[in-house]
């Protein structure tokens, strides 16, 4: 089979040590962090577990040998959405942000050729964001993470639009993750808001940009959504026939067919899914989906597209999916990343 570069674009990483910023700022439920004896480590929001976390999810060197065994040389990493702190005082968020951005930008120095970051900044205030947003360019890092929502607000709102500006002027790629779902507390049960909400989360996300006309006001900027885009793209019917049959609900800020974005952000992946996956090919065209694992989290792909290597796909749209596609969301050449 011909061997293909590999840069899988939607990974997250950790510092191994966090500092105890809810003793720092004297206030909230920053996420610390409890090392064990057996190398791994206890994800604790204030008192509440969240999530145990393992040497992969901060190990460099260890990482880049997992991805060896999956022939994938490249990876973009960004920190957990959890970390985001939108909720925190924007000048505490920033400090955050700053702490958390320079360990990947570190990684990024130290491995060129395997590691691409992805910065987080104050998404709750435009001035912190953007000035963050300077900083992530000069520490060498190629975008941003956002979430779907910020504290509950949706992406058309206008008080995020000097942050996309900014990203668009400064030439950095923005990735949307779902996060905060929404109906956590009412379908806690069943892992419902992962499998439910993050779905949703990221359509709303997708289909607020669009209705917001936030591609219109921002025509060079580039997005990719994860998890394939989530419920947006299988619900594309719905949501046209939305548009067409109430204008005077959907089409109030923009009045262009939801359909003609198709193809103009990006997707990841991440569907667990070859069925799915060739519809969203169909749709987006394989320069518009990126591989993506959310590695190393369990309910990711952590065989990273191996399901896409066994898929019946022309090798031209198996190279735009493993590669080609990130490195135009990125703005990056693919001869820096061949060794
Ligand atoms: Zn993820």
Known sequence: ?????KID???HILPKHL??????????DFIHLKHNEGGSADMYKGDEYFRTINAS????????????????????VCTIPVMFSYWAKPQDTLELSKFLNDDIAQKVLDY????????????QDAKYAVQELER?????????????????????EPEFFPIFEAAQELDLAIMVHPWNMMGFHKMRKYWLPWLVGMPAETSRAITSMIFGGVFEKFPNLRVNFSHAGGSFLPTIGRIEHGFNCRPDLVAVDNDINPRDYIGKFWVDS??????????IIDLQ????????????????????GKFIEEMDLPDKDKENIFSNAALEWLNLNKSDFLS
Do not use: C
Not at 21 to 26: E, I
Not at 136 to 156: C, R
């Open 19 to 28: 500092p105890k910023f809810a003793d720092k700022f004297g206030y909230g």
């Open 270 to 279: 991440i569907t667990h899914d070859p069925k799915l996956l060739e519809y």
């Open 57 to 76: 999810t901060w190990d460099a060197e260890l990482r880049m040998k997992e991805y060896r065994e999956h022939n994938t040389q490249v990876q973009v």
């Open 9 to 11: 674009m939607h990974t």
């Open 112 to 123: 060129p050729k395997n590691y691409i970051g992805l910065g987080t900044v104050p998404m």
């Open 1 to 5: 089979m011909k061997k293909f570069l």
């Open 285 to 304: 065209g394989s320069n518009r989906v990126s591989l993506g694992s959310d590695y190393p989290f369990p309910l990711g792909d952590l065989e990273i």
């Open 136 to 156: 992530i360019k000069e520490i060498g890092l190629e975008g941003i993470q956002i979430g779907t929502n910020i504290n509950d607000q949706n992406l058309n």
